[in-house]
């Protein structure tokens, strides 16, 4: 089944991100063959063509979104709640819905 996580950050928050970056790159490793995709919420002078995921072009994200394709909500609760960005306390607002997936559409 498929959930949406839609995490912003707090105000204030790119030093911890920075901070965070290698720790949350590790721990999401562990889960990419359930990622379906995801990605970073980024500030609107984001230079999107040549943004660098690294400690200083992570500056720049406000948040992300994922699609987890996983048996039940508990599951991507937990994926979330275990995540080191959460557990830095990074997150303002927390989204965490069964997605349905229109389009593109899947055969």
Do not use: C, W
């Not at 949350?24 to 660098?52: C, R, W």
């Amino acid at each position: 089944m498929l959930f949406a996580i839609a995490r912003r950050d707090k105000p204030g928050m790119a030093d911890k991100r920075s901070q965070l970056l290698l720790d949350h790159a590790d721990y999401q490793k562990k889960f990419m063959s359930i990622i379906v995709f995801g990605g970073g919420l980024v500030t609107d002078k984001t230079n999107i063509d040549k943004f660098e995921y690294s400690e200083t072009g992570i500056r720049d994200v406000i948040g992300n979104i994922l699609i987890l394709d996983v048996p039940d909500r508990a599951t991507a609760e937990s994926i979330h709640n275990n995540d080191p960005y959460t557990l830095g306390g990074l997150f303002e607002t927390v989204i965490i819905e069964p997605f349905l997936q229109r389009v593109p559409i899947k055969n």
